[in-house]
């Protein structure tokens, strides 16, 4: 038994676990990209949730950030963070709590696309004599929110924010459709949809006279595939740090970058069936079938042993809330790996996101093997 | 503005939502077919993880209860629970958290479905002299574990449990496959066969001199379905307490019955697309797509007003972490209700176990709507 295998053997499963090397490899990788490309990396943290995570990821290890609810940014801003956007639309009843951040010291931003929006904005700012700087959002792959780059609401919503003194600190994109296309050169075309999306708004808000000193783009797939990022000033990614199923599908890393796996441990066998069940079900896993629409469906993950060697052909197949069934990729039934009960193995997850949301910490495997395991919290909620 | 209103206007959306009326009738109906069928109730309080859903669930408030994880025994058993069924197969690096459990009064009892688990068990009585009564799990329908009701290891299994003095607690089904047919006759099938493999592995293990006092069957919809339980002890069904869109797309409920909703806001407007965005995604809603096989496939959920009324015809279409898109049923684009910023929703949940999992507490609308809303936590993990 390997000093891997004994420390796992102590782990009550299923529990979320995190290979630090993988992460520190693809952390070091996207941090070159970005410096290659002169930009600014803004991590975004909604994939970890963990203080330690983010101490790792970010530039000097408190460097611009991205979260996706208030309760991040709070987190955050409370673990020493001192630039934070909250990169969804806000709404009048969240301005409280962005006010009362702001207030504690952290410069947080917020992202808006209406001109509703940006009026309680200029309200708030006006009424409680503070800044509140904000990014326009703006539609680059008709994937969810923004403006299109040429309305000419932008100018509208700039000139509002910068005359009641919230402030318009740049605008933003996020081509989410990106994960859906597979190959560098087509994520590609989407950092490049990006890219002319956000600096003719630049051009337009600048050309109104209004300041817009940040340009802001990034997806994990086009963060990776970008080769010219001449006008944005700076990128926006998160699943990079830990990588999954989904990402390894459209070609943005390989298998083995995957950093994040759910321990499980064999509590019974169907022979017939050619099944093997675990206690992980989606309750562990999420439920995120992200490779379902791609050209390899995953189903609930690929199965690797407990030391991380994926065992060739074995897919989770099926999920209940605390069962997971393995089988062959194939369906066939026969014979599979002798796996007794009690025995450890580890999923690759569709999505990492999702998956490590059900957890309340990770297990993170040292770089060094012999090291004792650590374990980081994460959080939740909003 | 109603005072209902008014009180959800004070919270921070995402959140959850309970009407306690609707859990108390669900409640009351399930309590009232467990009588009249002459057996005894064991909700699975893996839908709520509740202390004070629990309260409202059990029979006398602290009866019998089926848990799916560790840490919903330990839980429950803190708060008073004394008869807890952990209801997913064993393995023997559970068995220390089992034996601690017990021996703090709780009467927890195990499930498995092989000898090796039952000769783990059995080592482990030995070892601490201490009872682990145990269920051994029966197949009724192909879904996931069990024996089938012939099988000689069944006789093995339980005359080592026995021997052993870990004692043999009774036989289990569930008819997983349930959820996969639609109707009351459909989900009557599956309670006979719930039934009919239940009691003849009950009559082989009494038929070779061992015990067999406790026959368990059950899921919500055969627990809903069900005629005839002669030979049956107990009756157990989870989501039956807060219901949910699978379950009535399966004629299980209706969607009045559905006692769980996430509350949400207005985040934005694409009105070319058709699209109004809110801030709740599939971290709030789960991933869980439950209806996306059923005859009426309700995507993300179905859209309601902050009351509760159900829009006609308005789904969340799609998902991404923090965001969803609500639309029209039928994709067109064109006129939608008009929704401001700010204004609040409710979406009714495809999967009520997976929706609630997303969030650390219910905010529980009061059966009287005038009382204060009340927050009851929960807990998740393992």
């Known amino acids: ?83 934070i956007l909250y990169a969804v639309g806000i709404t009048p009843h969240k301005l409280g709590r962005v006010l009362a951040l702001r207030a504690s010291g952290c410069d947080l931003t917020i992202l808006l696309d209406s001109l509703p929006q940006a009026e309680a904005v200029a309200a708030a700012a006006r009424a409680s004599g503070q800044a509140i700087p904000s990014f326009i959002e703006i539609d680059s792959d008709g994937h969810r929110g923004g403006l299109q780059a040429g309305d000419a609401a932008l100018i509208e919503i700039g000139k509002l924010l910068e005359d009641s003194g919230a402030g318009l600190r740049g605008v933003l994109t996020h081509a989410g459709e990106s994960y859906g296309v597979s190959g ?19 051009e337009a808000l600048r050309a109104a006279g209004l300041p817009c000193p940040v340009v802001s783009v990034g997806s994990t797939p ?16 998160g699943v990079f740090a830990f990588f999954d199923l989904v990402m390894a599908g459209i070609g943005a890393c390989s298998i083995d970058d995957i950093a994040l796996s759910v321990l499980a441990t064999v509590i ?18 999420s439920r995120d ?33 605390e069962h997971g069934i393995i089988a062959r990729r194939d369906g066939a039934a026969g014979p599979l790996p002798d796996f007794p009960i009690g025995a450890q193995l580890r999923i690759l997850p569709n999505h990492a996101c999702a998956t490590a949301a059900q957890f309340d910490r990770y297990h993170v495997l040292p770089a060094k093997g012999a090291a004792p395991l650590q374990e980081w919290p994460r959080f939740g909620g909003w």
């Not at 019974?268 to 896993?285: C, K, N, T, Y």
Request: aromatic content about 2%; some cysteine.
């Open 1 to 83: 038994m390997t000093d891997l295998t004994a420390q796992l053997a102590h782990l009550q499963t299923p529990c979320l676990l995190l290979d630090e090397a993988k992460m520190a490899r693809n952390v070091t990788r996207m941090q070159a990209r970005a410096e290659q490309l002169g930009v600014t990396l803004r991590p975004h943290l909604k994939t970890s949730k963990s203080i330690e995570v983010a101490r790792r990821t970010l530039t000097g290890g408190t460097g611009p950030a991205t979260v996706s609810t208030l309760a991040e940014a709070e987190a955050f801003a409370a673990a020493g963070l001192r630039d």
């Open 289 to 321: 079938r992200g490779t379902a629409a791609q050209a390899v469906d995953q189903a609930y993950g690929l199965v690797c042993d407990a030391q991380g060697n994926l065992l060739e052909d074995l897919i989770l197949l099926k999920t209940n809330q």
């Open 268 to 285: 019974g066998h169907q022979p017939e069936r050619g099944w093997i069940l675990i206690d992980a079900g989606w309750m562990a896993m």
């Open 184 to 202: 560098t050169q087509a994520h590609e075309r989407f950092s490049e949809k990006e890219r002319d999306a956000t600096v003719s708004a630049a």
């Open 222 to 237: 086009t963060a990776v595939a970008a080769r010219d990022l001449t006008g944005v000033t700076e990128l926006r990614a």
